[in-house]
């Protein structure tokens, strides 16, 4: 499993309406390696959403939730360091070439509801 921590922006959103490439670096890690801080391109904002209730038919409530994604991307490798033998140094990530607003899907992000 490939997890990334230690998420930080170089700009804040304050007041910011719309969806954007913007500059974003974490760390790359995975179990047996050391980590690597990865300075990329990524998709943030916010996008318009509203909810509609009540509604006659069930589920009684009409929702327009969108999330700021990729729709176009490039495909980058880094080498991380110190990793165990037998264990691919290799690390994989998207670079935003071009980013919207869209229905969230899970084949490409982290889709949670609050």
Not at 2 to 26: D, I, K, N, P, Y
Not at 54 to 64: K, T
Request: proline share 8%; aromatic share 8%.
């Amino acid at each position: 499993a490939v997890v990334c921590v230690a998420v930080t922006m170089t700009a804040t959103l304050h007041g910011f309406r719309g969806c954007a490439v913007r500059e974003f670096s974490f760390v790359a890690q995975k179990p047996g390696c050391k980590g690597l801080r990865i300075t990329t391109e990524a998709c943030w904002g916010r996008c318009h959403t509203w909810e509609q209730k009540p509604v006659p038919d069930p589920p009684y409530i009409h929702r327009h939730h969108r999330v700021c994604t990729y729709s176009r991307t490039r495909h980058m490798t880094a080498r991380l360091p110190g990793c165990s033998p037998g264990v691919s140094p290799l690390y994989h990530y998207p670079v935003a070439l071009h980013c919207h607003c869209t229905v969230c899907s899970t084949q490409d992000t982290e889709c949670e509801t609050f």
